[in-house]
């Protein structure tokens, strides 16, 4: 613990955003660069808590405390080394997680949590900065092959730890870029595509082979999977939960995850302009999680008349709830930098959908009505109902349907590879990610469901351990957490 008082001297600080009237106008990352001194004070108001709950939050089992100090006094390549030990991409965590260790934190309980994000990210971007993140070749190959289907986090992560184990390791992506949902789903202005490609290259410098535009079913047969000594699937959740209501097949209705990649697209040079644009146009978004937000900042950029986000469930409070103690996740009011963009909050609660009125085909408005939600005393069910004379007409030239997602496509790899699934229709796995074909594992969301990127790469890391083992009968990669690090 490096300053014993630092948590008292200091408050806690963020990096500030870039003005709204600059942002708006361009896909960069939103978030200024943030002081070497100020993130060494942040460092600071880490206690070192006798028993760090900070751990127990994150999925990864981060060694948090231990690279607070670290920063704090200034070691960055030791920071680097520690944080590295149990996450292969905090670039990408310290931008996108939600940061369930900040929630865990024990300063939290009555004062603002340590900022472990971005702690995190600045500590490995200043190890870019550095050039420490250079390939890591095994000195032995195994002589065995793993063929990884899918890019994303997940698969980005099962293909590092499994190449570190010396196997020779093939990933397949059936779009035309590696990255998944963190290159096709993800707003450039969360997350810059160069943060991707630099750690791809490195990743490609280790011996990993990608082969893009493959996808399994189509342009790779389950026949060529079968070469493989083992096979991971990393296929993600990507069928989106759809609206049934009268006039969805007007014209004007997408998929929040039709429109947000060809954006990337679009920015990537792919397409002069948006090939669905929300360009003057009255956007409605029909669901409140992090993708509608997403939906929301990119149709402002777009050049939007109107933006209005509906979400079905009440507004959450502001602080944490009692019924969600401490060191649990809450259940409280988020706000984004997409939700701040838009001037007043576009957000609207207790919002249920009746139907999508048109004109020539085309959407024209949004009927929608109030809902209350009451809870049985005995049972504990919620019940919603409507609130009479709530009816309401939403103009909108552009409905966004950004309302999650049920599971992994059927008709590709799992089809191809005849692997069963759950009764929630993810893939069946058993406890060491073992599939009902022998030799084809699954992980990540295609397996546990919609999900964060933090539990994406820890369920990647654990699978490779899982896919070790079995082809070698034992394994040293390691489990949750850094194996040669003692555990709290």
């Known amino acids: 613990m490096g300053k014993p008082t630092g948590f008292k001297e200091f408050e806690r600080k963020t990096p500030a955003e870039r003005p709204i009237v600059e942002r708006i106008k361009d896909y960069n990352e939103v978030y ?17 808590c006798g028993v760090p709950f900070c751990h127990i939050g994150c999925p990864l089992g981060n060694i948090i405390p231990e690279f607070n100090d670290l920063t704090y006094k200034g070691h960055w390549k030791k920071a680097w080394e520690m944080l590295s030990a149990t996450n292969n991409f905090p670039e990408f965590t310290g931008r996108l997680c939600p940061a369930p260790c900040e929630e865990a934190c024990v300063l939290g309980i009555n004062a603002p949590a340590v900022t472990i994000e971005n702690i995190e990210k600045e500590i490995i971007e200043h190890a870019f900065r550095e050039e420490w993140v250079v390939p890591v070749v095994p000195e032995t190959r195994t002589g065995k092959t793993v063929a990884v289907i899918g890019s994303g986090p997940t698969g980005l992560a099962a293909a590092q730890q499994l190449n570190r184990a010396g196997h020779s390791v093939t990933v397949f992506e059936r779009a035309d870029r590696v990255g998944g ?53 990393a296929i993600g959740s990507t069928i989106g939960r759809d609206m049934p209501v009268l006039g969805r097949d007007l014209k004007g209705i997408h998929f929040a995850m039709d429109f947000l990649p060809l954006q990337n697209k679009t920015c990537a040079g792919d397409f002069a302009e948006p090939q669905i644009s929300a360009k003057g146009k009255n956007v409605v978004v029909i ?27 009440p507004e959450p409070p502001g602080a944490r709830p009692a019924h969600q103690p401490w060191p649990y996740w809450p259940m409280k009011l988020r706000s984004s930098s997409s939700h701040r963009e838009a001037g007043e909050d576009p ?21 929608t009505v109030n809902v209350e939600f009451t809870r049985e005393r005995q049972t504990g069910k919620s019940n919603m109902e409507e609130v009479p004379g709530s009816q309401k007409d939403w103009q909108a030239d552009l409905v966004l349907l950004a309302l999650g997602f049920t599971g992994p496509e059927r008709d590709n790899a799992v089809k191809a590879l005849g692997v069963e699934l759950d009764k929630t229709g993810n893939i069946k796995t058993a406890k060491n990610y073992q599939t009902s074909v022998p030799n084809v594992f699954a992980a990540g969301d295609c397996r ?20 070790d083992e079995f082809l070698m009968g034992e394994t040293s990669l390691p489990t949750r957490g850094p194996a040669e690090l003692p555990r709290r």
């Open 32 to 48: 200024r660069p943030f002081p070497e001194d100020k993130l060494r004070e942040q460092a600071a108001r880490c206690m070192n």
């Open 181 to 233: 949902l963190l290159r096709y789903g993800i707003p450039d202005f969360k997350l810059e595509k160069s943060v991707i490609d630099r750690r791809v290259d490195v990743l490609k410098a280790e011996g990993i082979v990608f082969k893009t535009s493959a996808a399994v079913g189509t342009d790779i047969s389950a026949e060529e999977l079968k070469k493989f000594d083992a096979v991971v699937l």
């Open 287 to 313: 669901g409140g999680g992090d993708t509608g937000s997403d939906c929301v900042g990119t149709s402002i950029r777009h050049g939007a008349r109107s933006v209005v986000n509906f979400e079905l469930f």
């Open 347 to 367: 957000r609207r609660y207790c919002m249920l959908t009746k139907e999508f009125n048109g004109h020539n085909g085309n959407v024209t408005s949004v009927r």
């Open 448 to 467: 546990r469901g919609q999900s964060l990127i933090v539990w994406a790469i820890s369920e990647g890391r654990e699978t490779a351990r899982c896919v």
